[in-house]
């Protein structure tokens, strides 16, 4: 999605495979660190006020660390970035879902859910996916299928 995102900023007509539904609710990605924000930050400008909009989310401005018998000690981050939280801890459907409210907001990005993309080719002018039996061509492809390396491999 956060591709789909940048792409989108070109003006360019950006098709979207995913095999699941959005918002999708992950074990990991709740803790979004400064280089998680920074990429926001880089994204269209509605999309890291959207994140600052969300309800629910913790924010962090430190670490604080426990070792024995019962002492502690505290990172505190806030030289590092002043009043800004260094990043924020919610649940990845939350953060999920503000993406993809983000990515609706455009018409010349079309988001199509519930599709397994079987098969990923280049060409010499084209890129081209297999979905369910039909070809989808496109002048440029991004494979991002995260630790599913199984189309990613064609192309190591
Ligand atoms: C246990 C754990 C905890 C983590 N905690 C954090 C954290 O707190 N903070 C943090 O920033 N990062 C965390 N990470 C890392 C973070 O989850 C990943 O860096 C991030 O999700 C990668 O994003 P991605 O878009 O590359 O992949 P993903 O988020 O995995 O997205 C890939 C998408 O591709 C889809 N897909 C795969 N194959 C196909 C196919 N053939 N056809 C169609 N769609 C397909 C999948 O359904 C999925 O939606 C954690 C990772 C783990 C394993």
């Known amino acids: 999605m956060a591709c789909a995102l940048g792409l989108g900023g070109t003006g360019w007509h950006v098709a979207l495979f995913e095999k699941d539904s959005y918002p999708r609710d992950k074990t990991c990605g709740d803790a979004l660190g400064p280089d998680v924000l920074n990429m926001l930050k880089r994204l269209l400008p509605h999309?890291?006020?959207?994140?600052?909009?969300?309800?629910?989310?913790?924010s962090v401005y430190g670490k604080q660390l426990w070792y024995p018998p019962s002492?502690?000690?505290f990172f505190d981050f806030r030289d590092r970035f002043?009043?800004?939280?260094?990043?924020?801890?919610l649940p990845r459907k939350d953060f999920d879902g503000m993406l993809f409210r983000c990515l609706k907001a455009y018409d010349h990005i079309e988001v199509f859910t519930g599709r397994h993309v079987d098969s990923a080719d280049t060409h010499s002018d084209a890129f081209s996916i297999s979905?369910?039996?039909r070809t989808y061509n496109a002048r440029m492809g991004v494979v991002?299928?995260?630790?599913?390396?199984?189309?990613?491999?064609e192309f190591a």
């Open 144 to 153: 991002a299928t995260g630790a599913s390396f199984s189309l990613t491999r």
């Open 47 to 58: 999309v890291y006020p959207s994140l600052l909009q969300l309800d629910g989310k913790h």
């Open 131 to 133: 979905v369910a039996g």
């Open 82 to 89: 002043g009043n800004e939280p260094a990043g924020y801890v």
């Open 71 to 73: 002492h502690s000690f």
